[in-house]
């Protein structure tokens, strides 16, 4: 501390150096079906093209069309076994560093190919994030090779009130998943 004292130069470097470790999360967001739906009737063919799904630029920061922070956890989940974490500091990021939610703008929860059983998303047993599905003891169905995916861009997204969420393997044979979950601390 005396050394910051006499030399500011030294206080400007560390102030530098701690505003320097700011995170910042941005990007884009598409999804973008290439289906053409046809049916022949006789000599004529009628066809149904499909629109892009979603395009969703988001900046940094806590407002309408921002987030500040993402996770993502690959995990493998023996027979029947469940996993409850909480959005209040359960999950770290990439840098190693504890994510609170107060808000979740983005959700998606990947089933790999080679599960045999679906994976099973709610169900916490205490202080349930209920924003997302309703109730305490509501289910959500991943399929095997399946994703749900959820986006709230606009206003307060899903709040984070109860905070924990439970991913459940449904079968009697190890399940591998992929949880993606983006907000606001």
């Known amino acids: 501390w005396n050394t910051m004292k006499t030399n500011p130069a030294i206080a ?9 470790c700011a995170d910042t999360f941005s990007g884009r967001l598409l999804v973008y079906p290439q289906w053409t739906h046809a049916k022949t009737v006789g000599a004529s063919t009628v066809t149904e093209t499909f629109a892009m799904f979603l395009d ?19 995990a493998t989940l023996t027979n029947g076994q469940s996993r409850t974490v909480s959005l209040a500091g359960g999950y770290t990021d990439a840098f190693g560093d504890a994510t609170t939610f107060t808000a979740v703008r983005f959700l998606a929860l990947e089933a790999s190919g080679g599960n045999y059983y679906d994976i099973m998303f709610g169900g916490a ?4 994030w209920t924003n997302l599905v309703g109730g305490a003891t509501d289910l959500i169905k991943v399929r095997p090779g399946g994703t749900m995916m959820f986006v709230a861009p606009i206003g307060t997204g899903y709040g984070v009130t109860g905070s924990n969420v439970c991913i459940t393997n449904a079968g009697s044979s190890n399940a591998t998943y992929t949880i993606y979950i983006g907000g606001i601390e």
């Open 56 to 74: 969703w630029t988001h900046t940094s920061g806590a407002g309408s069309n921002q987030m500040n922070t993402i996770i993502r956890e690959t």
């Open 12 to 20: 400007l470097i560390l102030a530098l150096a701690i505003t320097a």
């Open 125 to 128: 047993a205490s202080d349930a």
